[in-house]
Each structure stands twice: as structure tokens, then as C-alpha cells.
């Protein structure tokens, strides 16, 4: 089935760095991918759709300059959080919709998420 | 008021019960309807995937919609402690974005 990657699963940067997550269609293309962060015990909170060639769409209240997306490819988004500071913590999720026949459900493309990067900012 | 609702829990219950885990909408547009489990400091996984009204079984799991009360529920029979997890409804209309409930916490003690 269709695989979506996500690197580091951990990351422990210091306030003031920036830090790159990198989300990977491993064996199909995504012109489209979103970006979700999640709080412990808290849903999902979408944060952006990432469009292959184009600028994201970032969601109401969600600070574009602090968080910068590139879909440089068909087959990966990058999310980087600038200048992290420790409310920046956070779990950060990538998915995408693998094409009808190529996902967990056969005749629909339905959304495959990443195993998830968590991020700490000391 | 929530487009989604669900009782974020924490649900706890013994090794062999019938877990019911149940999400309210208001969006009568909604067309999929999808549970997902996430387990601690994972991704969700997409557990199990309707489109109409009725019942979905997949093993132990099974998934109930009913469109007309806006209701959608996950049965798991015969639960096991490997099913501890967070368990999130989700739904959407063609072409939108998903939208998620809460998430329920359970856990199933040996």
C-alpha cells in the first residue's frame, strides 16, 4: 500500500534555531499535502495544504512566516519552523491521498498520514 | 459549536468487553466517514472507511453510520489491550478537507 514518510520521528532543537521536517510520498506522486500539529491529548489541527510548485495554503491563524513549506517535488514537503521557540513544541504530522487503487481503500483515494515528528524546543 | 463531536474520554475497559465509540456532526454534507487509530506518538492509521448508511464489518471492528441522526459509531468486540490507543471519527465531503473529531482515549486492561 501507499506509504507516507516522514523524517526526523524526533527532534530536540534550542529556542532561536530553525528546524526542517521532511515528508515523503514513498511510492506514489502527491501534487497535494498537508501539514497537521497535534497537542498531547488534542486532535489533529490542520495547519496547511502543500502544493506541489505553488505556494501552501496555510489555515486561519497559522503564522506563514514561522512556518515555511516547499513542495519542491512530486514526492516531498518540507516544513520548517523558524527561529522555534519552546510553544513551538509540538507533534507535526504530513499526509496525502494516495490515488484510487493505490491506498488502504480500494476505489478511493483516502488520506495517509506520516508516523509524525515531534519536536522540542528547549 | 463543533462541526464534530466526540467524547475525548479516557474510556477504560477490561480485556474481552465491547468498546462503543460513537461521533455526533452537524454537516449533513458530510459523505465519508472514516475512524482512524492513533497510538501514542504515531500517525493515525485509517482503521475503517464508509460512505453510506449501515454497518461495516472488518473483523472485530465494526462501523456503523447513520446519516440521518448524524451518528457514526465503532463497535471493537472481543478487545484486547494491543486496541489501547487514541481513536478519532473523521469525516468529509467530496474534495474537502477531513474533519476530525476530538479523539476518544481507550484503554483495554489485561
Known amino acids: 500500500g501507499a506509504v507516507v514518510s516522514q523524517h526526523p520521528s524526533w527532534v530536540i532543537c534550542k529556542s532561536g534555531t530553525s528546524v526542517k521536517i521532511e515528508c515523503r510520498s514513498l511510492d506514489f506522486q502527491a501534487t497535494t499535502m498537508f501539514w497537521y500539529r497535534q497537542f498531547p491529548k488534542q486532535s489533529l489541527m490542520l495547519m496547511a495544504t502543500?502544493?506541489?510548485?505553488?505556494?501552501?495554503?496555510?489555515e486561519q491563524g497559522v503564522e506563514k512566516d514561522k512556518f515555511l513549506i516547499n513542495h519542491a517535488s512530486l514526492t516531498l514537503s518540507t516544513l520548517t519552523v523558524t527561529s522555534a521557540h519552546p510553544e513551538d513544541s509540538s507533534f507535526y504530522i504530513c499526509?496525502?491521498?494516495?490515488?484510487?487503487?493505490?491506498?488502504?481503500?480500494?476505489?478511493?483515494?483516502?488520506?495517509?498520514f506520516g508516523a509524525g515528528s515531534r519536536l522540542t524546543v528547549l | 459549536q463543533k462541526e464534530v463531536e466526540q467524547d475525548p474520554g479516557p474510556l477504560s475497559v477490561p480485556e474481552g468487553a465491547i468498546v462503543s465509540l460513537n461521533c455526533t456532526y452537524s454537516?449533513?454534507?458530510?459523505?465519508?466517514f472514516m475512524w482512524y487509530r492513533q497510538y501514542s506518538r504515531k500517525g493515525p492509521e485509517l482503521l475503517m472507511y464508509t460512505y453510506s448508511s449501515g454497518n461495516k464489518e472488518d473483523g472485530r471492528f465494526t462501523a456503523q453510520v447513520d446519516k440521518s441522526s448524524k451518528y457514526i459509531s465503532l463497535f471493537i468486540r472481543d478487545s484486547q489491550p494491543s486496541d489501547s490507543a487514541t481513536y478519532l471519527c473523521?469525516?468529509?465531503?467530496?474534495?474537502?478537507?477531513?474533519?476530525f473529531g476530538e479523539g476518544t482515549q481507550l484503554t483495554v486492561n489485561p
Open positions: 502543500s502544493n506541489e510548485g505553488s505556494k501552501a495554503t496555510y
Open positions: 473523521a469525516m468529509e465531503t467530496s474534495g474537502s478537507r477531513l474533519t
Open positions: 454537516n449533513s454534507a458530510f459523505q465519508y
Open positions: 499526509s496525502a491521498r494516495p490515488p484510487s487503487g493505490r491506498g488502504p481503500v480500494a476505489g478511493a483515494n483516502v488520506l495517509t
